[in-house]
């Protein structure tokens, strides 16, 4: 079965993300050899049914800890995911060092760019559009909590594909030439 991992930072809101997607079969286990646990679920994902994985939280791919390094070796452990970086929207740059970093690994990447409420209410203005075609990946806003903008990022799971990190360089190269001859 295909899977789907829920990655990003601690307190992002990862966890009510996959408590909304995931259905009721919901199960917790301890990583094998390790007492760092995770929870598995699944999503319906138009016709097909994927595993969806709350991955502990971690800051980068360069562990600190053991709950980071067992966030690591899940992605390690499946070639084949998909991976959904949830990104606080009101700290984006440290959520984007994962994300670039996943992406580095060749993994197909979906940002939910959660906590939209906290930034707008902090005046945070991010223009998610462009962050999207900077970095070539689907990215949907979201509010977990208020469950705004999850069944957008559900839908749009099937857009997202390996990207090239150096395409995203010569993205934002290639914006300041467009802007630079206007
Ligand atoms: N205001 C707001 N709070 C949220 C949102 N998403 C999650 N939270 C809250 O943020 C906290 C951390 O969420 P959680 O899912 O446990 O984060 P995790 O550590 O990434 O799994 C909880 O208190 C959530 O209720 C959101 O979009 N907006
Ligand atoms: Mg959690």
Known sequence: MKKVLLMGQSNVGKSVIFNRLSGSSVMESNYPGTTVDFTEGRMRLGDEWVEIVDVPGTFSLEPKDKAEEVA??????????????????????RGLYLTLEVMERGYPVIIALNMW??????????NAAKLEQILGAPVVSTVATRDEGLKELVSR??????????????????????????
């Open 72 to 93: 690591v070796r899940m992605l390690e452990d499946e070639k084949d995911a998909t991976v959904i970086c949830v990104i606080d929207s009101s700290k984006v740059e």
């Open 117 to 126: 409420d906290v930034a707008n209410n902090a005046n945070i203005k991010i």
């Open 157 to 182: 799971i099937k857009e997202a594909a390996p990207v090239e990190v150096g395409s995203i360089i010569e993205n934002v190269g290639g914006e300041s030439e467009a802007s630079a001859h206007d």
